[in-house]
C-alpha cells in the first residue's frame, strides 16, 4: 500500500479508479472466444504464455473437434497437439487440457465445477484461470491476477506484493466483490493500452490522478532487454 496512507483512503482511491476504468472500459472481459464452462477453461488454460489473438485462431477447429471434457478426455494427443501447435507450449497444454478433462469427467461427472477449491485442484488450473471460470460463467466474484494486473496494483499502490495469491486477498479487502471480476479485467485492458510494462503512458493516463506510480521511474531507467522472440506475450 503506498505510504502513509490509511485502509479507508485506500478503499476510496480504490473505488475511485474503478469508476474511472469503467467508463473507459464498459464491457470488459476476457479476451478469449467460449460458450460452455468447459470452453472457457480450456480457452484459459491455452491462454497462458500465448495472446488472446493467438488462443481464438485455434479454438473453434479445436472446440468443433472436442467440444467438452468428455470428448477431450478421450481424444489424441497427437491431434490435440496438432490443433494447438499455435499457441506454444503446445505438448504442456495438452497434457493440462487432457489431465483436466479427465479429472472432470472422473470426479465432476462431466460437469466443471463452481468452487474455488475443486477448480484448483483440476491440473493446469491454478487461482487465475479458476477467477476467471468463477466470474465469467458461474457469476461468482473472482479478482483475476496476470501479468498485467501484478504490475499496474504495485503501480497504484494497491499491494506491495507480487505473489498472485496475495495480490488478490489485498484487493479484495479493499474493493467490493461485485467489482473483482470487472476491475482486474479492466487492469488488464489498461495495462495493454496505457500501463505499458516498460513505457507506461502516465501523461495521458485517466487515473494519474489517484495513481503513486510506485517503481515506475526505476522502470524507466533500467536497460532495455533485447526482445528474446518467446511467445509469452500475453496479451
Ligand atoms: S499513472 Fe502511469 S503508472 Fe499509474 S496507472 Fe497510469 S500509466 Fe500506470
Known sequence: MAAR?????????????????????????ISLDFETPWQCLAATILSAQSTAAGVTRVTPELFK????ARAMAAADPRRVEELIVRTGFFRQKTRSLMGAARKIVED???????????????????????????????GKPGFVVDTHVRRLTYRLGFTRDTDPEKIEIDMQK????????????????????????RKPQCEICAI?????????????????????GSASTRR
Open 5 to 29: 496512507e490509511s485502509i479507508a483512503e485506500i478503499k476510496q482511491r480504490a473505488g475511485r479508479v474503478a469508476r474511472a476504468l469503467a467508463k473507459l472500459y464498459p464491457n470488459a472481459r
Open 65 to 68: 473437434e472436442y467440444p467438452d
Open 108 to 138: 465432476y461427472g462431466g460437469e466443471v465445477p463452481s468452487e474455488m477449491d475443486a477448480l484448483v485442484k483440476i491440473p493446469g488450473v491454478g487461482r487465475k484461470t479458476a477467477n476467471v471460470i468463477l466470474g465469467h460463467i458461474f
Open 174 to 197: 479493499i474493493l467490493p466483490a461485485e467489482d473483482w471480476t470487472p476491475f482486474s479485467m479492466r487492469l488488464i485492458l489498461h495495462g495493454r493500452q496505457i500501463c505499458i510494462a
Open 208 to 228: 494519474a490522478g489517484d495513481c503513486p506510480r510506485v517503481g515506475v521511474g526505476k522502470a524507466a531507467r533500467r536497460p532495455r532487454r533485447a526482445k528474446s
